[in-house]
């Protein structure tokens, strides 16, 4: 399915995708698992080329979470290089495509500072343009967003700055308030599970999974992903009773 075959008048206004499968793309031919990770930019920028076409106001993308930094430390180090490098090639397409680029995550150590300059110029590039949102999940985590939110809210409920914590509360004080809730989460490669990504935001989204692993993926793989979410009926916890009127 090509893009703009899909209904435009329903098109999720939040995508959320788990990339996963970078490295079992590169040990099906038998190349290090760091050419998978070089391989998943290209799908991801197409990706991104694709979101703009059919409308899609904001795509969060799981790029390194907070229980990465276990992995083989080369890997690790390689997957930071890289990011940095794809900060240092991409910033300025991005902001000609009016794509503002944001960046969820912790950033204290063990991120090296150098990398989080980079994302704070990023930021402060695209941060006028209103095509599409890019939000990067980058040291990631929701249960550490969610403590982080918590903390942050008990500090001022004891300060006197806020009078309660409820849900609001929390939600104010999470990495992007600006955020919209999640209408379809995608995950490639065909895990089928969420590992820690926007508990909150995504509390209502739409799941698919699809068996395509990440670096094969492309916006003609995310418009089948949209046109799964087309076909759902969204019900937020509400009941409905479909009416069949027998004609005769």
Not at 24 to 36: F, K, V
Not at 51 to 61: D, F, P, Q
Not at 111 to 123: A, D, H
């Amino acid at each position: 399915m090509h893009p703009v075959d899909a209904d435009r008048d329903l098109v999720p206004g939040h995508v959320a995708i788990i990339m996963d499968g970078n490295g079992r793309w590169a040990n099906q031919r038998g190349l290090p698992r760091n050419d998978g990770h070089e391989a998943g930019e290209a799908a991801l920028f197409d990706t991104v080329e694709g979101a703009i076409e059919l409308g899609i106001r904001e795509l969060t993308v799981y790029a390194f979470s907070s229980e990465n930094w276990k992995r083989p430390a080369s890997e690790v180090k390689f997957l930071l290089n890289f990011n940095e490098s794809l900060l240092l090639r991409r910033a300025d397409e991005l902001h000609e495509r009016g794509v503002r680029v944001r960046f969820i995550g912790r950033r204290g150590r063990p991120v090296p500072r150098r990398l989080v300059k980079l994302i704070e110029s990023t930021e402060a590039l695209t941060g006028d343009d209103e095509r599409m949102t890019l939000r990067i999940a980058f040291n990631y985590g929701g249960q550490h967003e969610i403590a982080d939110a918590a903390k942050a809210a008990a500090e001022d409920l004891a300060s006197g700055e806020l009078k309660r914590i409820d849900a609001r509360a929390i939600e104010a004080r999470l990495y992007d308030p600006g955020m919209s809730p999640v209408d379809l989460l995608v995950r490639t490669s065909g895990e089928q599970r969420l590992s820690n990504f926007l508990p909150l935001q995504a509390a209502y989204a739409e799941l698919v999974f699809t068996d395509t692993l990440w670096p094969d993926f492309d916006r003609h793989e995310l418009a089948r992903c949209v046109a799964t979410y087309q076909a759902r009926e969204r019900r937020f916890g509400r009941a409905v009773d479909k009416v069949i009127t027998i004609r005769g």
